[in-house]
C-alpha cells in the first residue's frame, strides 16, 4: 500500500497540513480532499514523501502534540493507530 501526501493547495495552511499530511491509502480508497483540522483544501504530491526542509519531517509530530492535535494513521480498513497527540492507540478494528 502506497502512502501519499498531501499538502495545502494554499500554502500554509494549519498546524496538521502546513507540513504534509502522509496517509497510507490503498487504491479503494478514496483521496483526502480537503484538511481534517482546518479544511484547507488538499493537493496530493506524487512520488515518494520528500523531506524538503531538513528535520521538518522528524519535527512534525511533536508539533502537533504541542498545538494540542491528535493524529491518527489509517493502518487497514476502518482502524487507524495514534501517531501523536491525546487519546487512545487505536480506533476501530475488529
Ligand atoms: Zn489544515
Known sequence: MPIHE???LEPPGCALCCYGI????RLADAPLTHCSACGAPLRRVLGAPA????GAHL???GHLARHGFTQYRKVSKGRY???TGEGPETIGGD
Do not use: I, N
Open 6 to 8: 498531501y499538502v495545502p
Open 22 to 25: 502522509e496517509r497510507l491509502e
Open 51 to 54: 523531506v524538503t526542509t531538513g
Open 59 to 61: 519535527l512534525r509530530e
Open 81 to 83: 493507530e495514534k501517531t
